[in-house]
């Protein structure tokens, strides 16, 4: 069972920064319509029985531990934000929200999406930094 084993370094300090944090916020690219594997990798660390969700004892359902926190994804893109949403349904970040960060507790949970950002201009790139500079500045 390797989700019973003791999380890296890297792990347990990262685990510690959000037990004294009351937000989180994940940045990532989109890979495949959801967060790269090693990123994946690194959450499964973090988020492992005892941290996000309580021990399951057999007994009921786990408590969830990451209660009274919230947390904003910022997930970038090259397509465009709204072939995302219509075709691919956003499915990758529905199964972020809801069974990784929701199942932990985390409430309210939101969501920036930044398309065609590999065409995007110096000057747009500009803008959206500073649209998410403001997002952290205002707690959100």
């Known amino acids: 069972k390797n ?3 003791e999380p890296s370094d890297v792990g347990k300090e990262l685990q ?18 959801t967060m790269p594997a090693k990123t994946k990798a690194l959450i499964e660390q973090i988020f492992r029985p005892g ?19 919230s947390a904003r994804i910022i997930m970038t893109m090259g397509m465009p934000v709204i072939a995302y949403r219509l075709y691919f349904k956003a499915h990758g970040l529905k199964n972020i929200q809801r ?3 929701g ?38």
């Open 99 to 101: 069974n990784m960060l």
């Open 51 to 69: 941290f996000g969700l309580s021990t399951l004892d057999g007994e009921g359902f786990p408590k969830r531990l990451m209660k009274g926190k």
């Open 16 to 33: 510690d920064v959000i037990r004294r944090s009351d937000h989180l916020a994940m940045v990532f690219p989109m890979w495949m319509g």
């Open 103 to 140: 199942f932990c507790g985390f409430d309210p949970i939101r969501t920036t999406l930044l398309g065609g950002v590999e065409n995007m201009s110096q000057d747009a790139i500009k803008k959206r930094i500073a649209a998410v500079r403001a997002l952290g500045a205002a707690g959100a």
């Open 3 to 5: 989700y019973e084993a």
